[in-house]
């Protein structure tokens, strides 16, 4: 097993404090009065094997599963991701592939490779919105193949997969006896009420997914992997190999989060509804700029024109207006910039604005 650098995570860990963050990956931090918590919630140890027996009850309630199906686990969708591929990938031969969607999230590419495995690409275009060719995608389906990884929402994009592509797609792997692993952490901007994962889609379907994109809920990091029971069982025994049990007062604090989902998420839809209309409008106005506008989520992946590098764009917006998005590069493709819209409204608006204004800059040379 070999552990690549992961430059994204490495860049994004060294960036400056600025006035403008367009480039968080989920919205501003929610506050911990929301929770509801009392100082009993406040534990130093709980009664735990396999995932706090509470938490996991709310998890599976929310999400239509049996509770047999939920492994709940400290680290976020980050750390559920890792635990997922191990489990679905434990005793696969080098041999065996792994398919990854492109542009990805890097860990999602990453983690197979550290695994030992050979990864083999399908692509998601701009050009039809960013949604999956499911020829395209069956055509690298093989009998070597194990698994296929997408992220619904798309990250970076922030388009989403319907669930009857997602039927499709699992059934063309159970045909090979492979698994689809879905990142469905963006998805949760569009729950509401009505929490459809794509765990539904098909019993060889796994998802992982946490409080943080959507809820603002980053320093929990309260994740969980939803899947056939044999498969999350294997998750755990292999957890038991890395953190064992989770952290007590997390999941008292995340146990807290799904009592109060409702008004965390009011409040999360209060920050983004309007935002995504703010968006749009902007992008029909700057027409230098070509975007697939999502329904939903928090992220927008936009193509800058032909002669605009993003490392120089978002070089100029750092250092002259001290705004900062996501290099395309770390998504795989160099003529993008990512953009989080998860703040708040007057900050957004300056953020966008700055944007345009250094596509000027750049355009006086």
């Known amino acids: 097993m070999k552990f690549p650098d992961l430059a994204y995570i490495a860049w994004a860990k060294s960036l400056p404090t600025v006035e403008i963050n367009l480039a968080r990956s989920g919205i501003d931090h929610c506050p911990v009065s929301l929770l509801g918590l009392k100082a009993s919630d406040l534990v130093a140890t709980l009664p735990v094997k396999y995932g706090y027996e509470p938490l996991r009850e709310a998890i599976a309630a929310r999400y239509g599963v049996r509770g047999a199906q939920v492994f709940p686990l400290s680290g976020g969708t980050s750390y559920a991701n890792w635990i997922a591929c191990a489990a679905i990938l434990d005793r696969c031969t080098r041999g065996d592939e792994v398919l990854v969607e492109r542009p990805t999230y890097e860990p999602l590419l990453r983690i197979p490779q550290a695994l030992g495995h050979r990864v083999r690409r399908f692509d998601r275009r701009i050009e039809n919105g960013y949604a999956i060719d499911l020829d395209e995608f069956e055509s690298h389906v093989s009998s070597k193949t194990r698994l296929a990884i997408v992220t619904n929402l ?96 997390g999941e008292q604090m995340a146990l807290a989060a799904f009592r109060h989902l409702r008004a965390i998420d009011r409040r999360a839809h209060d920050i983004l509804d309007p935002n995504l209309a703010r968006v749009r409008e902007w992008f029909e106005r700057e027409s230098r700029l070509h975007a697939a506008m999502p329904e939903g989520g928090n992220v927008v992946f936009p193509r800058l024109p032909a002669r605009v590098d993003s490392d120089r764009l978002t070089a100029r917006l750092m250092e002259r207006y001290s705004t900062l998005v996501v290099p395309g590069r770390f998504f795989e493709l160099p003529r993008h910039i990512r953009i989080s819209f998860g703040c708040g409204a007057n900050r957004l608006a300056r953020g966008l604005e700055n944007i345009s204004r250094a596509l000027d800059d750049l355009a006086r040379g």
């Open 154 to 249: 798309h990250n970076p994009s922030g388009a989403r997969i319907p669930m009857k592509t997602l039927r499709a797609m699992a059934d063309v792997l159970d045909r090979v006896h492979a698994y689809l692993l879905v990142d469905e952490v963006y998805l949760e901007c569009l729950f509401r009420d009505q929490a459809r994962s794509c765990v539904h889609a098909g019993l060889n379907v796994v998802t992982t997914n946490s409080l943080t994109k959507a809820y603002g809920l980053d320093g929990l990091r309260a994740g969980w992997i939803l899947g056939p029971v044999a498969l999350v069982e294997r998750a755990g025994r292999i957890n038991d190999l890395m953190t064992n049990n989770s952290v007590a007062p």
